[in-house]
């Protein structure tokens, strides 16, 4: 167990629909970092938040945003969903920024669109 | 060319054998090199991380790294069948200042035969 709690555990929605993902982090870790992965693939990287603010975001459209609050748990929020957008969400969480850091997966979130 | 590249697999080997598992990264700027396996449904779970050249070893696990080959390895010996999953290679990449983003290979699935 890693201390990185997500909620739901799986979601389904149609498309167009919105969605919000939850993750609360390991206690004393102050950075969150989001991923897809879809079937057969490894994780892709969306965004990182660090003491509340974005702090780096891969190739996912602006439809795909997030939040980190005072006590770093985050949040994923994809609106206008697509078909495409089917796969396990995971969380992770982190200490810092340094490359060095391990990140810590919590246990994700599966969300099938219709 | 894919920044991580693993080879899918399935790699089977005999209970008891030693697994080899290899991965190549395009980015020479990359300097924190981990290993995460992740059983079918689960989400990924950190098994090594490396950060020099050279040999490291935890228990049954030895990480290689080679930075001017670009290359990375994990050596699993004694190989048991619990030890069938599928090995994910990850790259820390500074992003954006010193962020850091996780970039994963497709993953090598391992298949332990009793």
């Known amino acids: 167990e890693t201390g990185v709690t997500q909620s739901p555990t799986h979601l389904i929605k149609t498309r167009g629909q919105q969605v919000t993902l939850r993750c609360s982090s390991q206690s004393g870790h102050n950075t969150v970092s989001w991923y897809q992965q879809a079937l057969g693939q490894g994780p892709q990287f969306i965004f990182q938040?660090?003491?509340?603010?974005?702090?780096g975001r891969g190739n996912f459209p602006p439809r795909f945003s997030g939040l980190q609050f005072p006590n770093y748990s985050s949040e994923l929020n994809v609106n206008a969903l697509e078909l495409d957008d089917s796969a396990l969400y995971l969380c992770?969480?982190?200490?810092?920024?340094?490359?060095?850091?391990?990140?810590?997966f919590g246990p994700g979130t599966r969300l099938l669109v219709l | 060319q894919k920044e991580v590249e693993q080879n899918s697999g399935p790699l089977s080997v005999p209970e008891g054998a030693i697994a080899s598992l290899n991965c190549t990264y395009s980015?020479?700027?990359?300097?924190?090199f981990f290993w995460y396996r992740q059983y079918s449904g689960k989400s990924p779970e950190l098994i090594m991380s490396i950060y020099s050249n050279g040999d490291k070893e935890d228990g049954r696990f030895t990480a290689q790294l080679n930075k001017a080959s670009q290359y990375v390895s994990l050596l699993i010996r004694d190989s048991q069948p619990s030890d069938s999953a599928t090995y994910l290679c990850a790259v820390s990449l500074p992003y954006g200042g010193a962020t850091n983003k996780l970039i994963f290979g497709t993953g090598t699935l391992l298949a332990v035969q009793p």
């Open positions: 992770a969480s982190s200490f810092g920024l340094a490359g060095q850091e391990t990140q810590y």
């Open positions: 938040y660090y003491r509340e603010e974005e702090n």
């Open positions: 980015d020479r700027v990359s300097q924190s």
